[in-house]
């Protein structure tokens, strides 16, 4: 996950606010994501955002894309302690052969206190 | 329907043994993939395929090799284990670009 940067560690009160930030380098990117893990388990897709989007929002859920910083967002409104999980970016940049190949960054472990 | 089934859960091998991981897929999904994940390290993608009797080297291809004979079943081996093979390895299906399905993951030690 070399070209998808994200900062390892959110931690914040529950009913605030998070915000889980992610830098991606490759412009050929068709889609970005946001996948969730929760622990012992798989990762499960929360949203994803098309790259001719600004904005997406779904319930609580808030992604904001700058194209030009090359800039990925996610806002959890009212944060629940079921919100703690490792949270991933992910890109799908062309790889050879024609295909986009999800590439995800380290992801950003959110730990949520009552 | 189960989505994406990776076998085992679950192994310990010593260095030098092989071993195959089984993931299978019943979404009749065309692109397959194995990560790894590592602690501080994220995901990183070892080997994918994008259809049936075809397979592709990812970021972390070194000690392992693939096949994908039938569209359903994506096989990661490992010839000669090594410790550096410690990690947990998910395999991903999908149709598109738009969701990629995980698997469980499978826990391998190799001491």
């Known amino acids: 996950g070399e070209d998808v940067e994200q900062s390892l560690f959110l931690s914040v009160r529950e009913g605030d606010s998070s915000v889980i930030n992610c830098t991606y380098t490759?412009?050929?990117?068709?889609?970005l994501y946001w996948y969730k893990q929760e622990p012992g388990a798989g990762l499960q897709l929360l949203t994803y955002i098309f790259s001719n989007m600004d904005m997406k929002q779904d319930q609580r859920l808030t992604v904001l894309l700058n194209k030009k910083d090359k800039h990925l967002s996610l806002r959890i409104a009212d944060t629940q302690t079921g919100d703690s999980a490792i949270y991933f970016c992910?890109?799908?940049?062309?790889?050879?052969?024609?295909?986009?190949?999800?590439?995800f960054g380290r992801g950003t472990s959110l730990i949520v206190h009552p | 329907n189960a989505g994406v089934t990776q076998t085992p859960k679950f192994r310990v091998l010593k260095t030098g043994q092989s071993m195959t991981l089984l993931c299978a897929q019943d979404?009749?999904?065309?692109?397959m993939y194995w990560y790894r994940q590592d602690p501080g390290m994220g995901l990183r993608l070892i080997h994918y395929s994008v259809g049936e009797g075809t397979t592709a080297k990812g970021e972390v291809p070194d000690g392992y090799n693939v096949s994908r004979l039938k569209k359903q079943n994506f096989l990661l081996g490992l010839e000669s284990a090594a410790p550096s093979q410690t990690s947990v390895y998910f395999c991903?299906?999908?149709?598109?670009?738009?969701?990629?399905?995980f698997g469980q993951g499978t826990r391998l030690t190799v001491v």
């Open positions: 979404m009749n999904h065309e692109y």
């Open positions: 490759d412009s050929s990117s068709t889609y």
């Open positions: 991903a299906s999908s149709y598109g670009v738009i969701e990629a399905f």
């Open positions: 992910a890109e799908s940049p062309l790889a050879s052969g024609g295909s986009y190949i999800p590439t």
